[in-house]
């Protein structure tokens, strides 16, 4: 059944910008805030939000981000121009990770981010074409 | 507890009959949390933090902590009093922490404790702890009760880094409970212990008994309230010179635990840094959030500049009593965890998983559409708002005048620029004369 819309904004995310990671899950976040959705909801969504925007930053080279907000769930869809996932099965497994030693330094690649949109998401797709990009489908109950 | 209900959760509280309407306290809050109403200041409890920014600056004294006097204390058989390692800073130099301690005492207390040695056992598990941690770095201290609140309430997400380890005054607080009520024969509940504390937010976990975790206090008394009397005593104990007989056993080492930057330097953690001030705070958990800070292993936090060396109930200026603090490092002369020595708590367990919990008000499920509208609405008001943030509506800023216009609890004429726009206007296409002209 499709549910009306009654939010929706497009963030842009670009690849490599350490400088602005995070600002992206920052926006949603505040926005969430401001709405009053319940507290437990907008750090579910903060935290797949975060994961998903640093994976573009880390691996993709552009991405637009589609933030929805229905009468009663938050919808993001998230696509990218980037390598694609190899194998998406080994990819989903916690602890598997791609990351440069670069990257470990920064702290980043523990291999824990789509694991964790999985867990903190209330459904949870993802589609990936090698060389191509990755699209990211994630939901979360607002009740 | 003199003032509030059973459901009051907050260290402070504003006595109307008090304020002077001079509004000090609406632009240092680091929250907004404060109003001014008929000349009035109130606090909105969903949103303080209990930092008692407030209290510093507020001089009409109207902005009350909500903390114990002696009287409170008189139910207990025997009192233990221990004291924040702030209070060592408070005076003279050459007043050593011994001559402290044993004047404490003769003040009214059965019996003082020193937290230094419980310091070190603390940081030696929170070095451990820091060090075998597998998560989501950085982990953050969580001594400061203003910084624990603000991630309670604010960055739920962050809760998992802070390390939930229970604090070295607790730890003698609980030791010197059960030492004395085996020694006198008597129930635990029968002996008063109380803190000497710099700030009001110590007051809240005083009086916070959860499931998992209540704290061994029985009350607070301020650093400030005592002051005057315990400065007699001292004076009287320097003439006599009865300190001489008593000992503490007090760790220059464990002494840096008071020092900005302490933490870190105890555990010997060489990746780790230091923030203090409540705006700085704020910045620095944005960037955690952000995940700017996943490279640095631990972060010490104050809500307060130097640490609790400037806690609000302080009487010594706060650079001073950093002096003070370099000078007894110096003077007992540690440089490193001592060696050797046996751990009095080494049985006990310090790390309570769980220790923290989000706090918010339970919210009912909310109509979306209704609160999208209202953010919209909220957002227009704004944007005819002159946004000089000059606060003479009574609310911080622009952007919370929108909101208490959109709730209803302001009209948009109490807004001065925006009144004086209208008259001006009116005035403009005013024309002077007489009636029937």
Redesign the interface.
């Known amino acids: 059944m499709e549910q009306e819309i009654l939010y929706n904004k497009i963030f842009r995310i670009v690849g490599r910008d350490f400088a602005n990671a995070g600002t992206v899950s920052v926006k949603i976040k505040k926005i969430l805030k401001e709405i009053g959705i319940k507290p437990e909801v907008v750090y579910r969504v903060s935290i797949c939000c975060y994961e998903a925007e640093m994976n573009v930053i880390m691996y993709a080279r552009f991405a637009k981000m589609d933030f929805t907000i229905t009468s009663d769930e938050v919808i993001i869809i998230l696509e990218d121009e980037g390598p694609g996932i190899e194998n998406i099965e080994l990819a989903m497994k916690e602890g598997f990770s791609t990351a440069t030693q670069e990257m470990r330094e920064l702290g980043f690649g523990a291999g824990l981010g789509l694991p964790n949109i999985k867990n903190n998401s209330d459904e949870f797709k993802i589609e990936s074409e090698l060389l191509k990009g990755t699209k990211l489908y994630f939901k979360i109950n607002l009740n | 507890m003199n003032q509030g209900a059973e459901t009051y959760n907050h260290s402070i509280y504003f006595e109307p009959s008090r304020c002077n309407g001079e509004m000090a306290c609406l632009k240092i809050c680091p929250v907004e949390a404060i109003r001014v109403r008929s000349g009035k200041a109130k606090m909105l409890e969903e949103k303080c933090i209990d930092c008692g920014e407030c209290v510093k600056i507020c001089k009409t004294g109207s902005i009350v902590p909500l903390t114990n006097t002696f009287k409170d204390f008189s139910k207990f058989g025997y009192t233990i009093a221990i004291p924040s390692l702030a209070l060592y800073t408070q005076f003279d130099r050459n007043i050593k922490p011994k001559t402290i301690l044993s004047s404490l005492k003769k003040t009214g207390f059965n019996e003082v404790a020193d937290i230094t040695r419980a310091c070190i056992s603390v940081i030696r598990t929170m070095g451990r702890y820091v060090k075998e941690y597998k998560g989501?770095?950085p982990l953050i201290s969580s001594f400061c009760p203003t910084c624990v609140k603000i991630i309670q309430m604010r960055y739920?997400?962050l809760i998992d880094n802070l390390i939930p380890i229970i604090s070295p005054m607790e730890l003698t607080a609980k030791e010197s409970k059960r030492e004395a009520s085996a020694r006198l024969e008597i129930d635990e509940s029968e002996i008063g212990v109380i803190y000497i504390t710099p700030c009001p937010s110590k007051t809240v976990i005083i009086s916070k008994k959860t499931e998992k975790y209540y704290s061994a206090f029985d009350g607070a008394i301020p650093v400030s309230e005592i002051y005057n009397t315990l400065y007699d005593a001292i004076q009287k104990t320097v003439k006599s010179r009865d300190d001489d007989f008593e000992f503490f056993d007090i760790s220059g080492f464990g002494l840096n635990f008071a020092r900005l930057g302490g933490l870190g330097f105890m555990m010997n953690c060489d990746n780790s840094i230091t923030v203090s001030g409540i705006n700085n705070v704020l910045y620095i958990l944005?960037e955690i959030?952000?995940?700017?800070?996943?490279?640095?292993d631990f972060v010490e936090m104050h809500g307060c500049t130097e640490a609790c060396l400037g806690g609000p109930m302080n009487i010594e200026n706060v650079y001073l009593a950093r002096t003070n603090l370099h000078n007894l490092i110096n003077y007992y002369g540690e440089s490193r965890i001592p060696f050797g020595k046996k751990d009095k708590y080494e049985t006990y367990n310090l790390i309570y998983e769980n220790m923290f919990e989000?706090e918010?008000k339970d919210?009912v499920?909310?109509d979306?559409?209704k609160?999208?509208a209202k953010?919209s609405e909220?957002k227009k008001i704004y944007s005819e708002l002159p946004k000089i943030n000059c606060g003479a509506c009574g609310s911080p800023t622009c952007k919370t005048f929108a909101e208490d216009v959109a709730e209803g609890e302001l009209n948009i004429n109490d807004c001065i620029i925006i009144t004086n726009n209208i008259l001006e206007e009116k005035l403009k296409n005013f024309e002077f004369g007489m009636p029937g002209e």
């Not at chain 2, 959030?289 to 640095?296: I, P």
């Open positions: 989501r770095k739920p997400e944005d959030e952000k995940g700017k800070l996943h490279n640095v989000p918010y919210d499920n909310i979306i559409k609160a999208l953010r909220r």
